[in-house]
C-alpha cells in the first residue's frame, strides 16, 4: 500500500475534508513553496501531528523547485494554463483586449469532445422570441444546488453569457460552422430551459450525430483566431507549480512548467495566471477524498487530462477549495458481467441509459421515479444494493424512445431547431452490436431475461407486470413517472442493461469572486491569480443540472472569456 492510500484508508470525508482544511489553511498562512518541505510546514501550520496526519499527498505542497532546476525563463502578460474550453477562451480574450498571452497545455492539441453551450438571451435567443427570466434561471441553479453556492456567480453567467455568445456566434461563424439553439425543450416535473447553442459542421462526414457538432469544430476555429491576435501556444508542457511572492500573501508571479524534454521553463506572469486545467475526474485519489461517491460510477468518460493539477498547484499557494462533492455524471454507464464500479473504469457508454425505461435493482424492484434528471437518477441507486440498476425495455423501444422525446445530449430522435441526433434506426445498429457483444441481454421470455440477469424470474415478472398495469392506466401510482414516460414491456424481445453512473468532469474547483480571481482561505483574492472552467467552484453543488443543457460549458466559457479580460486589464 503507497503512503498516499495508507493516509486515505479509513478516513471518513468529514474528517478528511476538516484535516484538509485546516491543514491548507495553514500552508497557506506559512508561505508554501518558500523552501519548507511538507512535513515541517505541516508541524508548523497547525501544531498537531495528529491533525496533520489526515492530510493525503495531492494537498500537501512538494518542494518549491528551485532556481538551479530552471532550464529557461520566459516573461510574459498573461499565462493561461490548459488549452480547453475556458483556457482558449480566457487566451483568445486576453489576447484581443491587448495583453501578451501564452498559453501552455500539457497534452499534444486543444480538448475536442465539448458540445452543448449554455447561454442566457442571447440575439439568437431575442431573434426567435425566446426571453428567459434572469432571475428564475438563476433561482432555478441555485435550488439544484440547495444555495450551497455564490449565486453572484449564477448571476454573472445568467447576466454575461448572452454577451459571450454573441461574441462567439460571429467567429463560429467565419470558421465556416453553424450555430444552432436547441429551443424544443419539453418539461417534465423538472423546468427545461431553451439555453442550449451547439456549433454544427454541415460539411463534415456523418459516423455519427456527435462527429458533427462541438469542440472538434469550434476549437481550431478559436485556436486559429487566437494565434492570429499573437497567442503563443506551447502544447506537450504541463504545469507544475505557481509561483506567489512573499510569504504566502503577495502575487501568483507566474508558473513553472515543464516543456517536452522535461526541462523545466518559468514563466514570469507580469499581469497575471489563470488556471483552466479541467478539473479532477481522473485523479481517484482526489475523487475518493473530495467526491467518494463518484467512483460508483461504471464508466468515466473525461477526457485524459483532468487530473487537478491545477487545483493542486493553485492550493499549494493557499487558495481556497470549493469542498461541496459536485460532479457531472450521467445515467449512461454500461456495467458488463464481472465487472465492478469505479477506477479503472471498464464498462462503457450506453445512449439508451437516460430513456425513461423501467429501472429495477438488483434485486428485481422498482425503486424510484425513472424520469429524473442523470444524476438524481443516479444518486437513486446509492442506496440500493450493488449501486446498479438494470434497464428493462421491449421490442417497441423505437416507438417509446420516439414518443419520450428526451432532450439535449439524451436526444435520440431529430427535432426541429436541434443539431442532428441519430434517429432510432442508427441507435439500433449500435443496441445490436452491444448485443452480439454480450453487453445486453436479449431474451424472449421475462423467465429467460430474468435468468440473464441473475434476478429470480417470479419477482421480475411480477414487477413488470404491475409496471405495465400503471402503464396501461396511465397513472403511475407507485412512482408518480408522468404519463407520457410510461411504457409497457409486453413485446418479446426482451432487453435489459445493467448500469450505473458515467462521470464527466467535476465541478466543485476553487473559490473565486466575480472577477474569476481565485480566492484565498479568509475568502480575499489572491492577487495575479484567476481560475475557470471545471478548475472553479461556488456555483454547482451536489449535482449537474442537465436540465439547463450547456450549462457547465456556457459557464466554463463565460467565465474563461471574463477571466482573460479582466486579467488582460491589470496594470504592470
Ligand atoms: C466527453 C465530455 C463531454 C462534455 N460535453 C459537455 C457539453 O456538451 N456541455 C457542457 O456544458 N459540458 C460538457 N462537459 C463538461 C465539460 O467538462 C465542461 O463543460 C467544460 O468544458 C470544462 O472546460 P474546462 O476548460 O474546465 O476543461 P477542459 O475543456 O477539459 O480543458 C482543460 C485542459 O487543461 C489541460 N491540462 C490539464 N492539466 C494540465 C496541466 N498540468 N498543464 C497544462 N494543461 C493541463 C487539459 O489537457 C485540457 O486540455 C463534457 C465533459 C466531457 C468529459
Not at 469544430?217 to 492570429?228: D, Q, R, T
Not at 434506426?425 to 457483444?437: P, R, W
Not at 445486453?440 to 413488470?464: C, G, V, W
Not at 472553479?536 to 457547465?552: K, Q, R
Amino acid at each position: 500500500m503507497s503512503e498516499e492510500q495508507k493516509l486515505t484508508k479509513g478516513i471518513s470525508r468529514r474528517k478528511f475534508i476538516q484535516g484538509a482544511a485546516i491543514g491548507t489553511m495553514g500552508l497557506a498562512s506559512a508561505g508554501v513553496l518558500a523552501g519548507c518541505s511538507p512535513q515541517e510546514a505541516s508541524k508548523s501550520n497547525t501544531g498537531s501531528t495528529a491533525e496533520t496526519s489526515e492530510i493525503t499527498a495531492w494537498d500537501t505542497p512538494p518542494e518549491a523547485i528551485s532556481d538551479n532546476a530552471i532550464k529557461e525563463t520566459v516573461e510574459t502578460e498573461v499565462l493561461v494554463v490548459g488549452a480547453g474550453n475556458s483556457g482558449m477562451m480566457a487566451a483568445l480574450s486576453a489576447a484581443e483586449a491587448g495583453a501578451r498571452v501564452i498559453l501552455i497545455e500539457k497534452q499534444p492539441t486543444y480538448i475536442t469532445r465539448t458540445y452543448w453551450m449554455g447561454a442566457v438571451n442571447s440575439s439568437m435567443q431575442k431573434k426567435m422570441g425566446i426571453e428567459i427570466n434572469r432571475n428564475e434561471i438563476a433561482e432555478e441553479l441555485c435550488r439544484y444546488a440547495s444555495h450551497l453556492c455564490d449565486q453572484r456567480l449564477i448571476n454573472l453567467w445568467a447576466d454575461k453569457s448572452g454577451e459571450m455568445m454573441d461574441w462567439l456566434v460571429p467567429i463560429l461563424e467565419a470558421g465556416d460552422l453553424e450555430v444552432v439553439l436547441e429551443y424544443d425543450t419539453k418539461e417534465g416535473f423538472y423546468p427545461s430551459y431553451p439555453i442550449a447553442h451547439i456549433a454544427v459542421n454541415r460539411n463534415a462526414e456523418y459516423k455519427s450525430s456527435n462527429a458533427l457538432i462541438g469542440a472538434q469544430y469550434y476549437m481550431p476555429v478559436l485556436e486559429k483566431k487566437a494565434i492570429e491576435l499573437g497567442v503563443d501556444i506551447r502544447y506537450n508542457t504541463p504545469l507544475a507549480q505557481l509561483v506567489r511572492e512573499g510569504d504566502g500573501t503577495g502575487r501568483v508571479t507566474g508558473a513553472i512548467a515543464k516543456n517536452k524534454d522535461e526541462e523545466y521553463i518559468k514563466f514570469n506572469a507580469a499581469k497575471g495566471v489563470i488556471i483552466c486545467t479541467g478539473g479532477y475526474a481522473r485523479n481517484p485519489e482526489m475523487l475518493q477524498a473530495l467526491c467518494p461517491d463518484s467512483l460508483s460510477t461504471g464508466f468515466c468518460i473525461a477526457q485524459s487530462g483532468p487530473l487537478g493539477e491545477g487545483i493542486k498547484a493553485a492550493s499549494w499557494v493557499g487558495a481556497a477549495l470549493e469542498t461541496q462533492h459536485t460532479t457531472m455524471i450521467f445515467d449512461r454507464g454500461l456495467v458488463p458481467d464481472g465487472v465492478k464500479l469505479g477506477p479503472p473504469w471498464e464498462g462503457t457508454y450506453w445512449q439508451l441509459g437516460s430513456q425513461p425505461f423501467l429501472r429495477v435493482n438488483v434485486n428485481g424492484e422498482r425503486y424510484a421515479n425513472e424520469d429524473l434528471p442523470y444524476d438524481f437518477g443516479t444518486n437513486a441507486v446509492l442506496l440500493q444494493p450493488e449501486r446498479l440498476w438494470w434497464q428493462i425495455f421491449d421490442d417497441n423501444w423505437k416507438e417509446d424512445v420516439t414518443r419520450f422525446h428526451t432532450t439535449g445530449c439524451a436526444r435520440i430522435v431529430n427535432t426541429e431547431g436541434a443539431p442532428p441526433r441519430d434517429g432510432v434506426d442508427f441507435t439500433a445498429k449500435g443496441v445490436e452490436t452491444y448485443i452480439e457483444k454480450g453487453l445486453i441481454k436479449k431474451a424472449d421470455t421475462i423467465e429467460e431475461l430474468a435468468q440473464m440477469m441473475n434476478i429470480p424470474s417470479d419477482k421480475l415478472a411480477a414487477t413488470i407486470s404491475r409496471y405495465n398495469e400503471l402503464s396501461k392506466k396511465g397513472a403511475d401510482e407507485d412512482f408518480g413517472k408522468r404519463a407520457a414516460h410510461l411504457s409497457t414491456i409486453e413485446k418479446a424481445p426482451f432487453y435489459a442493461a445493467r448500469l450505473s453512473g458515467l462521470l464527466l468532469c467535476t465541478l466543485n474547483g476553487l473559490r473565486i469572486n466575480t472577477d474569476i480571481q481565485v480566492l484565498d482561505k479568509n475568502m480575499n483574492p489572491i492577487p495575479g491569480l484567476y481560475a475557470a472552467g471545471n478548475d472553479a467552484g461556488g456555483f454547482f453543488a451536489h449535482n449537474y443540472p442537465e436540465l439547463l443543457p450547456g450549462v457547465a460549458l456556457g459557464r466554463t466559457m463565460t467565465f474563461g472569456r471574463i477571466a482573460g479580460i479582466n486579467c488582460a486589464k491589470q496594470s504592470i
